[in-house]
């Protein structure tokens, strides 16, 4: 949101000459200003509904600025505030900020300083209305649930969950710890002709091994000590809709032939019988490993892999979708208000900024955990940068979209240089014409590069 908007500003001030300046100033920039010399005459102008910020002294006559600020936000709790501070009443100005306020300007201020705050605090407030617009449009399109953003990638990964899902085909989730992969397998069975059927869950690394196999495919009485009663497995009670295996790449080998033959024949043994039960489940299953590198390691079968992939689904991780973090911040601050009985507070501009360029290494468990906290936390009506955990706080440098951790004894650079022509050739297929664009210099010194740290 900007000037070029027509941004609507309340201006509040009983300091006429103060007033009539900073209504000049604004204007100029091309706001359009309301202007008004009480509290009692800002709660009339804010009943119009269709103003963007408000700019009032915390010092006047009758209604003060704390007071028209918590009047304020009653009826329009969303309402963006700068407020306006005489010089040394810095502690009056952090208390209106704990009530909302995005920004304080201290007199005598200049030209410069409120046209800067006037634009931060629009911009946020544009970031909000858009994050609630995307959000809504995303959540629209189909039945995703929980799964909250508009990132590209995102939105790339949900148009081919849209195409994946009006089939039976077994797909294979591949994401990092904490990205979502069950929301997105949620996500297919809820699009999917099975919709209305059971949607099972089984966490193939949370489960003991000698308890697997019943686990899977049931059991009948007497099969083993303590089977004290026949028993579905989590085939069975999937009849008719889809069944999640989790963390397939837990799975003990011993079981995987097992799986293999349920996945070819649509037949299952239950533990103790000798018939064979049919079975209608379509398979779903999510790793946060490498398969591949794991049946090098002859560690999981590669007619199984083949099987489970016949669509692979790459969920990113948080870092690959800056974007989506704001939304989803908010969205877990509503969340977790909710279910503590809070009121949700408000965040500063310094808050998303910090949330925005750290790399989240546990993805969005991390920031749904991180954003409770903060919420159970609050002392105030908002929150900052400064409440954010100290493992949070604690900035790394950064070049581009490549983030950098220095140990405390140093580093050495060639290794540093090694990792970034890999890197390069990685993001770039292994083009190494690419590659050398990719990092700025010729093909020439890339070769030669390559070269030198034998990655020829």
């Known amino acids: ?173 591949q994401g990092e710890s904490g990205t979502g992969k069950e929301l997105i397998a949620k996500a297919l069975h809820l699009n999917s002709p099975r919709r209305e059927g059971p949607f099972i869950v089984v966490n193939c690394g949370a489960i003991p091994e000698n308890l697997m196999e019943s686990e899977l495919f049931g059991h009948s009485r007497g099969a083993f000590t303590g089977a004290v009663a026949d028993r579905k497995g989590k085939f069975e009670l999937a009849q008719g809709g889809t069944l999640f295996l989790d963390e397939i790449g837990e799975l003990p080998m011993p079981l995987q032939p097992k799986l293999l033959r349920v996945l070819q024949e649509g037949e299952i043994e239950k533990l103790g019988e000798s018939g064979l039960i049919p079975v209608d489940a379509r398979i779903i299953s999510a790793t946060h490993l490498d398969l591949e590198s794991r049946i090098k390691e002859a560690s999981f079968r590669e007619d199984l892999w083949y099987r489970l992939n016949v669509i692979l689904l790459r969920v990113p991780p948080l870092r690959e979708r800056p974007e989506d973090i704001s939304v989803l911040a908010e969205h877990f601050l509503v969340k977790h208000a909710r279910h503590h009985g809070r009121t949700v507070p408000q965040m500063e501009g310094d808050l998303l900024e910090r949330l925005e360029s750290y790399d989240w290494p546990g993805n969005i468990r991390e920031l749904e955990n991180t954003m409770e906290r903060l919420v159970v936390l609050c002392r105030g009506e908002s929150i900052r940068a400064a409440d954010l955990p100290q493992s949070l706080l604690r900035q790394r440098p950064r070049y581009g979209g490549v983030r950098i951790e220095l140990p405390a004894n140093g580093i050495v650079l060639e290794e540093l240089e090694r990792d970034l022509l890999e890197e390069a050739l990685r993001r770039c297929q292994r083009n190494r014409s690419a590659a050398a664009r990719f990092l700025g210099i010729s093909r020439q010194t890339f070769l030669y590069r390559l070269k030198k740290f034998d990655l020829e």
């Open 1 to 173: 949101m900007s000037a070029n908007t027509r941004s609507n500003i309340l201006l509040v001030d009983d300091d006429d000459n103060l007033r009539r300046v900073v209504e000049y100033q604004l204007t100029q920039e091309g706001y359009a200003v309301t202007s008004v010399a009480s509290g009692q005459d800002a709660l009339a102008a804010l009943k119009s509904g269709s103003l963007h910020l408000m700019i009032t002294d915390i010092l006047m006559q009758g209604m003060d600025g704390m007071q028209l600020l918590r009047r304020a936000r009653i009826a329009h709790p969303d309402l963006a505030a700068i407020v306006i501070t005489a010089h040394g009443e810095v502690d009056r100005a952090v208390e209106a900020m704990q009530l909302g306020a995005l920004d304080f300007l201290e007199k005598p201020f200049s030209r410069e300083r409120i046209l800067v705050a006037v634009d931060k605090a629009l911009q946020l407030v544009g970031l909000r209305d858009e994050n609630r617009r995307l959000r809504a449009m995303v959540q629209s399109e189909a039945n995703f649930g929980n799964i909250t953003g508009s990132s590209p990638a995102l939105r790339a990964l949900l148009a081919d969950v849209k195409l994946a899902a009006d089939s039976d085909a077994t797909v294979l989730i």
